[in-house]
């Protein structure tokens, strides 16, 4: 496990959010030529829900892609960093080689404010979950999203676990 940063990133220092921590700021400069990856090497393979920990506010980057790079490939979200200070990235399945990466490609774009396009990393949190709650997950929302109805590690490895109902808990 470990991270891996690209570029140059600015360290600031914050006192609301988690307490008093320092985190990486892209200064809202040299757009698409910083990132930072963060690896993981469970010692047991499995399904994980990913937390993003962000500092949020009126100038950060409403478009920040996020891939993450699991057992079953890579998925690219697009983050809005202006609002949550804890953003659920889903559930995936996770394997040694996996890795969350953050980046700075197009994310000069602001759909909240003028105020700037800021993309702050702080840190990634990998919490291990049951088949039980993943199958919970790919039942059917409202919408009729997911499909699974057995709760097998096939049929969980089916639906799509990185797309949970918004009013699931965990």
Not at 34 to 63: A, C, H, W
Not at 98 to 109: A, L, N, R
């Amino acid at each position: 496990d470990g991270v891996t940063v690209v570029g140059e990133w600015a360290t600031e220092e914050s006192e609301e959010a988690f307490g008093d921590f320092d985190f990486l700021s892209d200064s809202d400069s040299d757009k698409g030529s910083k990132s930072v990856v963060f690896s993981v090497s469970p010692e047991q393979p499995g399904f994980f829900e990913i937390t993003m920990l962000n500092i949020p506010g009126d100038d950060r980057s409403t478009s920040t892609p996020v891939t993450i790079n699991g057992a079953d490939g890579a998925v690219v979200l697009t983050v809005d960093q202006s609002v949550e200070s804890t953003i659920v990235l889903g559930i995936f399945r996770l394997n040694a080689t996996s890795s969350v990466v953050v980046e700075t490609t197009d994310t000069d774009v602001n759909t909240v404010s003028e105020f700037g396009t800021l993309v702050v990393v702080d840190a990634i949190r990998f919490v291990p979950i049951g088949l039980e709650t993943v199958c919970r997950a790919c039942e059917p929302c409202d919408d009729g999203f997911y499909v699974v109805s057995e709760c097998t590690s096939t049929a969980a490895a089916e639906c799509d676990p990185h797309s949970v109902c918004a009013d699931d808990e965990y």
